[in-house]
């Protein structure tokens, strides 16, 4: 529980940690930068790292001075990282296969989140690797289902590109652009608070929305339609 609390800690004062340790790392700072978008998502056993947030905050940062690095050799890097991610993580899908739906007691594969994702790609197809790079928890588990559902990889690739430089270079560039903010500078851990609830937006409304369905189709039909 007090590992929990120094991660939820570290997460929401990324501009206290990026301030600390940033310029001591030097150029191991990208190497690092690099790492944990690449674990984000490519892995689907770490999707609780802070992506956008941590986008967001390399662009506040570095326009304010604060954090010293050259943000476009950065964001760069970290588009390489989201995109061999994506990549990495739809190899792993694609040589699983469905054998990991059938495993209800599996310790590194959140099911629920797996069906979701799963259920979200059914539904947006391909554009869900662009789409859900977006979404924190769908953004992970996006590239393992499409390479579960045997997508041809050029259109995964054509698809996880676009995402990945979109995805890091629209955050980064926005964290930019509010970064010198005195609202933003005096309120940062409210600001990534906030990014974390309007990602999440999109996931707990399709959610709802999927949820209100089931429960209609599973409705019994009133007693004139039953007759009729």
Not at 41 to 54: A, E, N, R, Y
Not at 144 to 155: D, E, K, L, N, T
Request: glycine share 8%; with cysteine; net charge positive.
């Amino acid at each position: 529980m007090q590992l929990f609390h120094k991660f939820v800690d570290l997460f929401l004062n990324l501009d206290k940690t990026l301030e600390t340790y940033g310029n001591a790392l030097g150029p191991w700072l990208y190497v690092i930068l690099f790492i944990i978008l690449f674990c984000e998502t490519g892995l689907v056993v770490t999707p609780f790292l802070p992506g956008d947030s941590l986008l967001f905050a390399v662009g506040a940062l570095a326009a304010t001075g604060v954090l010293k690095i050259d943000l476009t050799l950065a964001m760069i890097l970290m588009s390489i990282a989201a995109i061999l991610g994506d990549a990495v993580n739809y190899s792993i899908g694609h040589k699983l296969g469905p054998k990991v739906f059938s495993r209800e007691d599996s310790r590194l594969l959140n099911k629920k989140h797996l069906i979701y994702a799963h259920e979200f790609y059914e539904k947006y197809g391909g554009k869900t690797i662009i789409l859900a790079r977006f979404i924190p928890i769908i953004r992970t588990f996006a590239p393992f289902v499409a390479g579960i559902g045997r997508m041809s990889y050029p259109r995964f690739a054509l698809y996880n590109i676009t995402g990945g430089i979109g995805w890091v270079v629209l955050l980064t560039l926005v964290g930019r652009f509010f970064g010198k903010q005195p609202f933003v500078k005096d309120h940062f851990e409210l600001i990534i608070i906030a990014i974390i609830v309007l990602s999440v937006v999109p996931a707990v409304w399709e959610f709802l929305r999927a949820r209100r369905e089931a429960k209609r189709a599973a409705a019994p039909l009133p007693a004139r339609e039953r007759v009729g």
